[in-house]
């Protein structure tokens, strides 16, 4: 079992600075209806870059 990124939806406002930190193609998916994003767990490499950008602590590294 590998770590991954996890999104608080609950925190999370959308402004897509974890998905422009993200070296990994692809692990964020903007979603548009509710205008926050998800993580692809199978391609995220849990390197907790987009943990240090998140202005609003929506993002925790987990398994
Ligand atoms: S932990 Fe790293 S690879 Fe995973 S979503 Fe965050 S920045 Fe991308
Ligand atoms: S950086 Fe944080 S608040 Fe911004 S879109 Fe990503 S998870 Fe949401």
Redesign the pocket.
Request: aromatic share 6%; proline share 5%.
């Given at each position: 079992m590998y770590v991954?990124?996890k999104v608080d939806k609950e925190k999370c406002i959308g402004c897509k600075l974890?998905i422009f930190?993200?070296?990994?193609p692809n692990?964020?998916e903007f979603v548009k209806a509710d205008k926050k994003v998800e993580?692809n767990a199978s391609r995220?490499?849990?390197?907790?870059?987009?943990v240090t950008v998140c202005p609003k602590d929506a993002l925790s590294?987990g398994i």
């Amino acid at each position: 079992m590998y770590v991954s990124a996890k999104v608080d939806k609950e925190k999370c406002i959308g402004c897509k600075l974890c998905i422009f930190a993200c070296p990994e193609p692809n692990v964020f998916e903007f979603v548009k209806a509710d205008k926050k994003v998800e993580v692809n767990a199978s391609r995220c490499k849990g390197c907790g870059l987009c943990v240090t950008v998140c202005p609003k602590d929506a993002l925790s590294i987990g398994i």
